[in-house]
């Protein structure tokens, strides 16, 4: 790569778009030679997960995916570690790579939680998502899994419908989208949608079948963590109205691809049986295959991360 790879990866702005070829490139490698056997790393070397919020997709395919490049997956639980006694987190950093940890991903309810971490810190970071801000990793496997749906994406257009302001994942896919070429529909009540994307091809509609005619359909979950208990009933009443049924679907010409992140509000964004086999048009389903090349997408970050050096 001619700019090296970031030794913190925490925003899409992190990365040239070299680095972003670079990594599909070799999240597709790392696809086509699933199965091959593992060559750990001699002297061994080590990552963990800090997750101080719940995780389910983004945790256990950052440790699957270190284990199938011979990385070494160290267990961290904040909740039994001394974080719980009121350590700094950027203390634990610098502890964890005394301890000879290499990378640590980690997850926070707080924006920007590395903004005033030491430029002394060794350790390289990776976020799995800060607050309403970025989520990066995501927004990689997503352009993953957009490109194994057609050829060139350049000027295909995705509606990302429900909760932009609250969502990091939105953030970052957006940023990561616009850098490709995509044009974006922000679908939603005014009350959700982060004007501060709109931009010269990203651009915002309330209407729900005006959201549909686009290329790619992406759901998100109204964030109710991060709302008051009568901010997400309400934003669950307002979403009411932009739920893709199975009916709905079925009557589109088009049958676009549907993408969500991940975890599913089932029946608010999208119908269940999107995610169950008696689903009937495979082709539109891309939720499952965002989980799968979650794996070879953070296979590719982790290893640009140890060949950074
Ligand atoms: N998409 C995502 O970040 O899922 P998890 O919260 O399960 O990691």
Redesign the pocket.
Known sequence: MANPFPRMLTKIDDLSIVHIEELCRTAFEFKQNAGAPIQFLNPPRFMTCLFLE??????LSFERAAHSIGLTPIQFNPSTSSLNKGEELEETLFTLSQQGIEICII?SSENEYWKHFSKDLKIKVIN??DGTNE?PS?ALLDLMTLMECTENLEGKSLTIFGDSAHSR?AHSLVKLLRMIGLQIKLCGPLELVDMELISDNVIHTDNFDEGLESDFLYFLRVQGERLSVDQAEQSFQMMNNYGLSLERYEKLFHRPPVLH???VNLGVEIHKDFLRKKFKHPAGQMIHRQVENSIYMRMAILSAMLHRG
């Open positions: 719940n995780s389910t997709r983004t945790k997850r799995g998502g989520h995501q994942v992140p991940g975890p």
